[in-house]
């Protein structure tokens, strides 16, 4: 037998659900008919593809119309000194349209610092910020892996020592009424984690088996950056079609001069109240608008079509490592193998899916911003308040229900709607009621990034402080630079978070698809999800071919075990 898996917890309650005791956790054996193979399965959503694709290629049609008819003159006509010569435009013809771009005249004022200093002392260390960020995003996940524990407890340790000093350090210094609030908030927080220690023990579970899955198919790492170089890639033309339609227009007289109030040489013009404007604006033609509002949609949707891919990417690999025979799993990891099946199923068989997923995920997210803006006009209505609250609980039901099915589309094979409508059947059936546990890996992962961030930004800050400090900007210059080392560290972590947390809930979902179905693949991942609290009825029983799968959960059994 094989020995049991330590994913950083130190309860075995887990272990001891699974026949034959915690020496038997590690071994699998449930057949692999929950997973469809990538190769052979059939292209589904179709239209959505075709849809995309035509949407896609009228924004570039509409961006080379517009590149076409620029005004060549576009960056002669936006400069400033341009704009407040009020003879390009006269006043017998003003236009009350409002310009694009009006801009007053920037006045360069110069400064201390100097960036060609700057630039040549800071080159080397904005080079080794970019090597610190991966190091310090390789540390995360090491962490995460081998001592989840430890992250957990930091994390924690944070949310509850913030408020605390910052609440003491006011009461010492005399601020009664703002260090009461804090220390009852940090009161409040302990609480809180003590009354939800048992998932925490959970929690820390669950963060190991991220990164143990992360760890054995490490290819998704270079397949995440790969999906986001092609994300940018299909981006940028649009983004180019953004650009280019704003050079389709003419200067214009700006309405809000006041009549008869140019200035006399070096020019310029003044509003009613006598405040300095430019003379002119640029305006745009009548068809800009309309372009850039094509052009934003299809970039919003694109994007989301490049996270559904990663979400595919990631929860098809996983799938296949989690639903693999007891045989394969012992075997050394074929990762990239792994990886590169399930790429190409979301670029293929799928990518209709994904499609219609992602349009569902822009929509939601244009409504939301919405909401947002008439939320901020109706602050002082409770009903149109709780009415928006209600309102943004369902759009995030939807936003996580679509994140699942795109995971069970990974696992299945399915068009969307029937995976929308299975996964949703699936989470009622499987202890949707224990989905509060799901708030604690994010907020986690993000706090433990936040730390390692700032203290490699310290790190950096002190060490260049400390090189430069004959420069009379060395402390301006350390500050810039820390300021970049917390940046890039953050990208690359927020970078890894995302991949982890893709990775427990395709773990999640296999493991309930694998339950719901009576069967055990991975009796290590089953050990640990079958502490949450729906789930520890359940009993697992070795089958005579010496597979794992569950029983009837009666009256006799529980008091057995």
Not at 381 to 410: G, H
Not at 515 to 524: I, L, N, T
Request: proline content about 5%.
């Amino acid at each position: 037998m094989a020995g049991t898996r330590d994913y950083g917890a130190s309860s075995v309650e887990g272990a001891r659900l699974l026949p034959g005791g915690p020496d038997d956790v590690g071994l699998g054996g449930g057949p692999t008919a929950l997973f469809v193979p990538l190769k052979g399965r059939v292209r589904r959503d179709n239209g959505w593809t075709a849809a995309w694709v035509v949407v896609y290629l009228a924004t570039l049609a509409a961006g080379v119309g517009t590149f076409l008819n620029r005004n060549v003159n576009f960056a002669t006509e936006i400069n400033p000194d341009y704009l407040n010569d009020p003879s390009h435009c006269p006043a017998d013809a003003p236009s009350m349209r409002r310009g694009l771009l009006g801009m007053r005249s920037l006045q360069d004022e110069g400064g201390a610092l100097s960036v060609d200093e700057f630039t040549s002392v800071s080159l080397y260390w904005l080079l080794g910020s970019v090597v610190g960020a991966l190091l310090t995003g390789l540390l995360f996940v090491v962490l995460v892996t081998r001592m989840p524990r430890a992250v957990v407890g930091l994390a924690i340790g944070l949310q509850i020592g913030l408020p605390l000093v910052a609440g003491t350090s006011l009461m010492l210094g005399g601020t009664i009424g703002g260090g009461v609030p804090l220390l009852l908030l940090a009161g409040m927080t302990a609480l809180l984690f003590w009354l939800w220690r048992e998932q925490l023990d959970l929690v820390c579970q669950l963060l190991g088996v991220s990164g143990h899955g992360l760890s054995e198919n490490l290819g998704l790492i270079g397949a995440a950056i790969g999906i986001h170089a092609g994300l940018m890639l299909m981006s940028a033309p649009l983004l180019v079609s953004m650009i280019s339609a704003v050079t389709n227009g003419h200067v214009a007289y700006n309405a809000a001069r006041a009549p008869g109030g140019a200035l006399p040489p070096p020019g310029g013009c003044v509003d009613s109240q006598g405040d300095q404007v430019t003379c002119c604006v640029w305006e745009v033609d009548s068809h800009v608008a309309p372009v850039i509002t094509l052009a934003s949609l299809t970039m919003l949707w694109t994007s989301f079509i490049g996270g559904q891919v990663r979400t595919f990417t990631v929860s098809a690999t996983v799938a296949q490592w989690y639903f693999a025979p007891v045989a394969d799993q012992l075997k050394p990891a074929r990762s990239h193998s792994r990886v590169g099946d399930s790429l190409r199923g979301a670029l293929g068989p799928a990518f209709g899916s994904l499609c219609f997923g992602a349009l569902v995920l822009t929509v939601v997210d244009l409504m939301r911003s919405a909401l947002e803006e008439l939320r901020k006009k109706a602050q002082e209505n409770v009903l149109l308040y709780c009415l928006f609250v209600l309102v943004q609980f369902l759009f995030t039901l939807v936003e996580m229900v679509t994140k699942f099915a795109t995971v069970r589309i990974a696992i299945t094979g399915e068009a969307f709607w029937p995976a929308t409508r299975g996964v949703a059947s699936l989470l009622q059936r499987t202890f949707l009621d224990t989905f509060g546990v799901w708030w604690f890996p994010p907020m986690i992962l993000q706090m433990c990034a936040f730390v390692l961030s700032g203290a490699w930004a310290a790190g950096v800050f002190f060490a260049a402080r400390a090189t430069w400090s004959s420069l009379e900007n060395g402390a301006v210059y350390a500050g810039l630079v820390a300021a970049v080392g917390f940046f890039l560290s953050w990208l690359v972590l927020s970078f890894f978070v995302c991949l982890l947390l893709d990775i427990v809930d395709a773990v999640y979902l296999c493991f309930a698809m694998d339950r719901d179905a009576g069967e055990v693949s991975r009796a290590d991942v089953h050990a640990i999800y079958m502490q949450l609290p729906c789930a520890k009825n359940a009993v697992v029983v070795e089958q005579p071919g010496g597979e794992y799968a569950y029983a009837e959960a009666g009256p006799q059994q529980h008091q057995g075990r």
